[in-house]
């Protein structure tokens, strides 16, 4: 409890937990300016859906195969080998 005290006085101290400033260009958050004026609608990314699904299909699939053939190196290399007794499926 002690360790976990100093550790979070220390991030305190530090400044580790503060949101960094964005530049006021990056930050929108208003639809209007000071005189009335409506702002135009921000830009959007096209497809943007489509591509976050397609990256994280890719990834899940490169990530199965990588482990695929790790598995099957260390089973070839007996390295890891799951002994009979693990499957009690009875």
């Keep these: 409890m002690v360790i976990a005290s100093r550790i979070s006085s ?8 503060q ?3 964005l530049p006021n260009s990056l930050v929108r958050s208003a639809t209007s300016s ?6 135009q609608e921000p ?6 859906v489509v591509k976050m699904i397609l990256t994280v299909v890719s ?12 598995a099957n190196f260390l089973e070839e290399n007996d390295l890891f080998v ?5 499957d009690d499926d009875d």
């Excluded at 991030?11 to 937990?17: D, F, N, P």
């Design 34 to 39: 000071k005189h009335g004026i409506i702002l």
């Design 82 to 86: 799951p002994s009979d007794d693990d």
């Design 43 to 48: 830009q959007r990314t096209p497809f943007g």
């Design 10 to 17: 220390l991030i305190k101290a530090q400044g580790l937990l």
């Design 19 to 21: 949101n960094p400033s």
């Design 59 to 70: 990834g899940l699939l490169i990530g199965a195969a990588i482990s695929k053939n790790i």
